[in-house]
């Protein structure tokens, strides 16, 4: 057999904090969606409709999800938890694309997906198991004057091309560009993604995790913290806060 | 098969491909020239002349050192000097007899209506350039823009592409490896 000199590629991810991190408290979240919202209009996700709504094809990048647990009369309701991409330090997403479209941050730490990369085969999408990724089935309409409220600092995406939270990168960008441009660290709470901004309750809280001092190191280190699947190995960036139903709500 | 061999050796149908691909290649090579001319602005404004007049490029295209888009400037950024200007300002001097691209430019600021110039420098949706670390960094703005007091209106200078940009990002980072993570990090333009 001819050697074709393929490197052997093997998985080789250290066990950090991360860079940047997500704290949700479950216990103070009301489900009201407004977080949601926020996400899309931030991020020009495109509306697809009841009908296509109705197949699984909604572009939402956070879902607030809530189910049911139990038998019928001792029922009782799990706590709203908004999942969105967990920005995996070792993520099931990025060995899988074949072109090189789900990458990883080195600089930010984040899970990026490169747009003009990708080609939609979908792959990272089937792998990931937060099923936090979204894929444009069509291009969707967005009848005037919805074009006006675009953010010029989120591509539009087209049809074919797969998407996910990005932690508002756009906003992380934004937030270094200020500080460097006045000759200062970030501050913490300086940068905060559009659905920490929208929280009424602010159960969204977001920062640097390699700041033992950050509000969310803290909150993620407070003994209340679980992360979503962890048993995978995914080391996953967002902490849930787990309930203690402090506040009166029962289910 | 006979008949596609023969349809092959009949002079006419050599002419015909021969034909074909010279208007083919042609058609190239107009779609190339198309490319590289500067687009039609609404005045053909000296950039020589103004730069010549030690006016900084920092002036007009005020936004460069402090945020993304460096800007391009509005009618009334125009008139504030020419406005001011004792030549044509004086009442003797009817608009009619200004030079023809001053008349644009007072029917523009007189009547208020912005003046639509036409973005020479761009890239696709998909990449977030920033103008204001570069310039933070000391890169010259002729670096990417070429030589403006040699030049009446903006032309490209440089094919912007991607290869570019990694170039001369490895290049200045070489020494520096923290550096170089994020400056070749995908995340840093494309998002």
């Known amino acids: ?251 | 098969m006979q008949k596609v061999l023969d349809l092959i050796k009949n002079p006419s149908f050599k002419i015909a491909i021969l034909v074909f691909v010279l208007v083919a290649f042609s058609a190239g090579l107009v779609g190339i020239y198309f490319t590289q001319i500067p687009p039609e602005q609404p005045i053909l404004f000296p950039h020589n002349r103004h730069v010549n007049l030690q006016i900084q490029c920092l002036y007009c295209h005020s936004g460069a050192w402090k945020q993304a888009s460096a800007g391009l400037p509005t009618e009334q950024k125009c008139w504030a000097c020419h406005g001011q200007l004792k030549k044509y300002f004086d009442p003797v001097v009817p608009v009619s007899e200004w030079p023809i691209e001053l008349q644009k430019l007072n029917d523009y600021a007189v009547n208020n209506k912005p003046i639509k110039w036409v973005p020479v420098y761009q890239v696709p949706d998909f990449v977030h350039f920033n103008h204001r670390p570069h310039v933070a960094k000391g890169v010259a703005c002729e670096t990417c823009h070429g030589d403006m007091s040699k030049k009446t209106v903006a032309t490209l200078e440089q094919t912007v592409n991607m290869g570019w940009c990694i170039d001369c990002h490895t290049k200045k980072s070489a020494n520096d490896p923290v550096l170089q993570a994020k400056l070749l990090d995908c995340g840093t333009c494309h998002y």
């Not at chain 1, 991409?85 to 090189?100: L, S, T």
């Not at chain 1, 913490?188 to 390699?210: M, N, T, W, Y």
């Not at chain 1, 509000?215 to 979503?228: D, M, P």
């Open chain 1, 1 to 251: 057999m001819a050697n074709h000199n393929i490197p052997e590629v093997k998985a080789n991810w250290e066990e950090t904090s991360g860079v940047w991190g997500m704290s949700i408290d479950m216990d103070v979240c009301s489900g009201c969606q407004a977080c949601v919202a926020a996400c899309a209009m931030e991020n020009n996700i495109a509306f697809v409709g009841e009908e296509d709504s109705g197949y699984g094809r909604s572009l939402h990048w956070l879902r607030v999800e809530h189910t049911f647990e139990g038998e019928y009369p001792e029922v009782e309701a799990t706590p709203f938890q908004p999942i969105g991409c967990q920005q995996c330090g070792h993520a099931p997403c990025e060995p899988v694309c074949p072109v090189f479209a789900s990458v990883h941050s080195k600089n930010e730490d984040l899970n990026l997906q490169v747009y003009n990369r990708c080609v939609g085969t979908r792959y990272c999408a089937n792998n990931c198991p937060y099923v936090a990724r979204v894929f444009n089935m069509r291009d969707y309409e967005r009848p005037e004057p919805l074009p006006n409220q675009f953010n010029p600092d989120v591509t539009v995406r087209r049809r074919g091309i797969m998407e996910k939270c990005t932690f508002c990168i756009q906003r992380i960008h934004q937030g270094q560009d200020k500080a460097k441009a006045d000759g200062r660290e970030l501050l913490d709470g300086e940068v905060v993604p559009a659905c920490a901004q929208a929280c009424p309750a602010d159960a969204i809280v977001f920062g640097r995790l390699d700041d033992p001092e950050s509000k969310v190191s803290k909150l993620s280190k407070a003994g209340r913290g679980v992360k979503l699947i962890e048993e995978l190995g995914t080391l996953p960036r967002v902490t849930f806060l787990e309930e203690e139903k402090t506040y009166g709500r029962t289910g």
